[in-house]
Each structure stands twice: as C-alpha cells, then as structure tokens.
C-alpha cells in the first residue's frame, strides 16, 4: 500500500491547530444546517401547535353558535309585552328618583331659610 502522501513532512502545532479548528467549524456548519432544516418543520408540526390552533378553531366556532343563540332567544322570548314592562319600570325608577330629589332640594332650602342670619 503506497502510502507516500501522509509523508510529506513533519507535522507541526499550528498544522495540527488548524486542523482541529477546521473540523471544529465544520462539525458547527453541519449542526447549523441540520438547525435550520428542522426548525421550519418542528414549528409547523409541533403537537402543541396544532393543538393550539385546533382550539382557537373551537373557541371561534363556540363564539359563533353563542351569537347565534343570542340572536334566537332575543326573537324567541323578548316580545314587545317584556319591553313594554321594561320601559315601564324605567320610568317609575327615573321619577321616583325625581321625586327624591325635588323633596331633598325642597327640605334643603327650607334648612337654609330658616338659618339665622348673623
């Protein structure tokens, strides 16, 4: 076996220096790529992402069924009696708090009336 090319002279520590250096920054190269290869794929198909955008898929449908159950039951069940009744008790609070406060008004001017003047 001929072997004359590994004898090309002596090896010497800077030779030896770079060698390792090199095989350093290539075993580094090679990780770096694999990285990158796998990166994009871990991320797309991550079971948690999936999951996750599988649950925000559900939440949304839920949101839209909700709406729409709202929309129903406010056809179904408010008819104009319910909102009849409702505007009416508006009105009684809306005047018996009127009421308060013309009598409060009324009970502090005559307080204020009746102060001795000095």
Known sequence: MDTSFLSSGPVTWP??????????ALGKLVDWGLS???AGTKDA???LAIDMAAV?????????????FKIEVARTYVTGDVITRLERRIDDMVSSVR?????????MMDAFARRPRD
């Open 99 to 107: 009421d308060e406060m013309q009598e409060t008004r009324k009970q």
């Open 56 to 68: 925000k898929l559900d939440i949304r449908v839920l949101d839209e069924k909700l709406n729409a």
């Open 45 to 47: 198909v991550s079971p």
């Open 36 to 38: 990158r290869l796998r």
């Open 15 to 24: 030779v030896l220096a770079a060698f390792a250096a090199a095989l350093v």
